[in-house]
Structure formats: C-alpha cells, structure tokens
C-alpha cells in the first residue's frame, strides 16, 4: 500500500476512535441529551407553542 | 422506573445484555441469521485463501456490519437512556462505514486494486463531517422515552443517508462502466452478480433504516437487514459457479451448514404473529439453496467421471507415446552406431590410401554422428527411468578422479568459447558407492556441459568437498535462472525459456535424468540462481559411502 494512503487509512481509523469515545463521554458520563416523556405530550407541546 | 435521576424506558432491564422484551422474534430472526451465515462465509473464505485482496476486504465489510447488527442488538435491548443515546450515536458512525467498505470490496473483486488515493480522499472528506459531528446534538439530540427511540438530529436523519446514497451511486458508476468495457462474457456475468448482490445489501439496509427514521416503524425497518443474507447467497454462487475469490471451497458443505443455521434460527421465532411469514422466508431461502446444491453436486459428480475417463485414456495414449518413443530411439540408435564404426575407421585411418579430405569430412560427420548418439542415449534413458525399466551397478568408484577426468575432457570445449574451467577440490576422500557411467555422465559432465553452454564468457568454477556428505557444485556467471523457469528445471522437456535460444539441441531430459540418478543414489541436486542475467549454480549433495 502507498505511504500516504496508508497514513491517511489510519488517521481516518484513529478519527473513528476518539469520536467513539467523544460518544460514550458525551452520552454515558456526561448525559448531554434531552429526555422526552411523551411523543403525543411534546407535538402538543409544539402545536401550543 | 429511574436509575438515580434519570428515567428509564418502559420495561425490563435485559438479561445476557440482548435478552429484552422490547426485541421482538424478527428482529432476533433479523440479526442473528446474518452474523451467523455471514461469518461462517467469511471465516471459510479466508481459511481458504487468506492473502486475497477481496477476502480480506469482505472480511472488514462484514465486520463492521457485524459492529452495527450488535449495537444495534444492545440498542434495543437496553432500558437505559444513555445507553441508547452512546448505541445510536455510535450506528449512525458506522453505518456508512458500511458502505464505504462495501466501495473497497467493489474495487478489489472487479479492480483487484484498492481506490487511488485521491479517491480515498474524497472518500475521507465524505465522511470527514460525521465523524466530527456524531458526538455532538447534530447527531442525536435527544431520546423519546416511551419507547427508547432517539430523536434524530441532522448527521443522523439526512448526512449518514446522503454519504451512503452517495457511496451506493459511487460503486453504480463504477458497475456499469466496468460492465460496459468487459468483453469476457464470463466477466461480465460475475461482475454483474456480484454487484446485483451488494446492492440488493446496500440497498434494502438503507431503505430499512430510512423507514424507520421517516415513519417510526423500526419493525419493518428490520427486514432491510435480510438484504445481507441476500448478498452472501450470491457470494456463495460466485464461488461455486465461477470459482470467485480464487477458492476451490466444497459448496456442497458450505451450503448444508447455511441452510442448517437458517433452520436453526427458526427457533428464536416464538410467537405465531410473525411465524407465518419467517417460514415462509427461510423455506424459499433452503429451496433455493438447495437446487443450487443439488445442481453443484451434479456437475461435480459429472465433471468427476469426465476427469477419470480422460485419465484412463490419457494413461494409454502415454503408454503407446512411450513404446513408440523407446521403439524408435532404439532403432534409430542402431543406425547411428553403425554410422559411427564406419566413419571411425574413415577418419583414424583404417583403411588405406584415404585421401585427407575424405578423412577430415569423416572426423566431422563422425563428431555428429557422436552427439547423435549422445541425444538418443538420453532420450532412451529417460524413457528407461520413466518406465522404471533402469539399471545401476554399485561398484565403489572415486568421485574425484571422475570430475577431474571431465574437466579436462571438456576443457578444449570451453577453451573454444574463451571460458575457465576452475575446479577446485578440498583434500579428502572421495569415495562412492554406485553406477560410475551414469554419475559421470549425466551428472558430473551434463552439469558442467550446461554450464558452458549457457555462459557466453568468463569462467565455470566446479567445486567439490566433503563433510557428513559429499557436496559437488557447478557455479557459472552466464544466463541466469528466472524463477519461472526454476520450476520446470527438473521435470521433462523443462527448457527455460531463454535456454531453448542458446542450446537448440537440447532434449529438455539431461536435468531430469540428473535429478532421477542423483535421488537413485540417495542424494539431491537443486539450484540456485539470483534471476536472468545473474549466473546459476547447481549443487549435488550425495551421501559418502
């Protein structure tokens, strides 16, 4: 495989990792998301609004 | 239900991590039966030939949908929010890593090659934006907690969609221009089955995975999944009918244990609500595998008795070859020996008032005749060796004597090409036990015969010592050995290519019958040689007696 092709498959894989593991620190440790109780309860929500 | 603060989704923490309430029959059906028929595919492909370039990519493409069908597997199972929300997050990454796997594969299987790097690299710039983005709210912002679904933002409802669109019209372009340009009927055909299968697999996964975000409707999303057993249906024809993959794998055993495992599978199907339609499913699924194994084995049996037939005939039509060869060489030796007493006693002047001329045309003619001889002796010998109808005597003779004898018999020979005969040999006793003609023959002189033959100019070292064996070797700076050619060597009739060039009378037998009476005596002949143009050496190891 070339030099660069094979640098760039790496960097590529390496990049895959750490956003996996920016996933598990976002949503795991940090819990950075909403929760929505009811689907029909945040359309009303909406409609209200 | 809570953990702490957090909510929990409306059932029962799962047991084995995948065992829930929430995953439904098919959706076991669904996962199960691609990670075990896929990965027994794999695993056989790459039992059978590890090194192939569209094995290995397979392999990274069925490993990575193997990655997403057990997130996804977790996913579902899982009560827990955040576990949802990291299980999402991480399928959105993967699955156009899916594709763009499935794009490596194309190229390796059609191209043999992998994409250029300017290729990869619009590739990477494809995928650049998910792989920052998918740790972030653009991916999954959120999560309904009545049924565990998350909301999807951006990156996850339209971006992963649109590589993977992307990818699958990539991999299109690619077919039909290859289609397009291939005028091998047989390539063709194999290039259009195998691309019908991998995007029937590309295909049908995104269409489930678009249901799903678009409608809700994440059960019939599932059935996008049987797109996969779809495509290893075709990978197992390619292999069986055109031998795809350079793997002469037993399809008959491969396919038995395929359909064993989607029977198998039927077993998670527990509620009568879906059990119709698996059945029916599989049942289509085993009676198409099972006329394809049917016909496999047909042709195998047929292709079977063809092959023992010609095998029986080609063994007589040898034989006859074979007397004929014997037959003619014998006479044709008788001949020629007469010939040779007769111009003999021309030219060393048996009779009397000879004029020159007629004895000088005679020492030529006899000179041919004598290589004649020497051309039909080894054409008799080798069929004597084929037959299994030659003789040696074992007498103790001296190995060293014999070399130096040929030597400087063959001396003048390699004086008239302007080469040194350098023969060296260490202190020692030479002492073996054999047949003295045939080892002197076609041994020691075809080595150093070839030797000047095949050298335009500088010198044949000839060597010899001794130890636990008696070690003789012939080394020359001429045409070299390609690696090619180094196969054939010692078989029959295996000139080089250069070889037949330089020596037109060669029979193609003398390294053959060399390596025959050097294995008679118990030892082994080989060469060595750095390629064209680089010399070669030919070693002969014998035991001492």
Known sequence: ?49 | MTIGTMPLCPWEAPTFFIISENAYPLFYYAHFVPILVGGLLVATLLWQNPRSLAIRMLSILFAISMAWILLDLLMTATNRPDAVVFLWSAVVLIEPLVYAAALFLFYAFSLNKLPSFIEQAVMTALVAPLIVLAPTAYNIPGIYIEDCNADEGFIASHYSYGIEIAFTLWILFLAIRLIMRTTDATDRRKIILFTVGLLAFLVSFASGNLIGTFTGDWVTAQYGLFGLPVFIGFLGYLVARFQAFDVKVLTAQILVVATSVLVFSLLFIRTIENIRIITVITFALICALGYVLVKNVRREIEQRILIQKQEQELEVANKQQENLLHFISHEVKGYLTESEAGFAAIAEGDYEHTPPKLKEMAGGALATVRRGVRTVMEILDASNLKKGTMSYRKDTFDFKKAVLDIAAEMKPAAAEKGLLIDATIGEGLYMLKGDEDKIRQHVIRNLIDNAIKYTPAGAVEVRLTDGDKLRFSVKDNGIGITPEDMKNLFTEGGHGKDSIKINVHSTGYGLFIAKEIVAAHGGKIWAESDGTGMGSKFVVELPIS
């Not at chain 1, 660069?4 to 949503?27: D, G, P």
């Open chain 1, 1 to 49: 495989m070339e030099r660069r092709t094979h640098t760039l498959l790496s960097l590529v894989i390496a990049a895959v990792v750490i956003s996996l593991l920016s996933i598990y620190w976002r949503s795991i440790v940090q819990k950075d998301f909403y929760i929505v109780e009811s689907e029909t309860a945040e359309l009303e929500q909406v409609e209200s609004l």
